[in-house]
Nanobody, 120 residues
Framework: EVQLVESGGGLVQPGGSLRLSCAAS????????MSWVRQAPGKGLEWVSA???????IYADSVKGRFTISRDNAKNTLFLQMNSLKPEDTAVYFC??????????????WGKGTLVTVSS
């Protein structure tokens, strides 16, 4: 059974940093593209970033230069380092697994999410 469990969310002031983690199990983690998506209050899902098994990365324009996605294939863990946080980054952040190894394979499993609140 595929399981994705996010952690690391919380309340942070504008300009601050947080590091999210996602513990994965139930599949061969290193073989799949992994992603972070977010949902702001009252809004739809927004794709944030993705990383291939070989650690190639892509980012949404809204977070480029501020967020860094990474993975530890030995520990089956996905990370999202978020710096220079803005109030508009407030959202529930979800870890997601892709169906395969390509950027256009689409996502098939999601975690339950972790809430990030950016406020003074």
């Amino acid at each position: 059974e595929v399981q994705l469990v996010e952690s690391g969310g919380g309340l942070v002031q504008p300009g601050g940093s947080l590091r999210l983690s996602c513990a994965a199990s139930g599949f061969t983690f290193s073989s799949y593209v992994m992603s972070w998506v977010r949902q702001a209050p009252g809004k739809g899902l927004e794709w944030v970033s993705a990383i291939s098994g070989g650690a190639f990365t892509i980012y949404a324009d809204s977070v480029k230069g501020r967020f860094t996605i990474s993975r530890d294939n030995a520990k089956n863990t996905l990370f999202l380092q978020m710096n220079s946080l803005k109030p508009e980054d407030t959202a529930v952040y979800f870890c997601a697994k892709y169906r395969g190894v390509n950027w256009d394979d689409g996502m098939d499993y999601w975690g339950k999410g972790t809430l990030v609140t950016v406020s003074s």
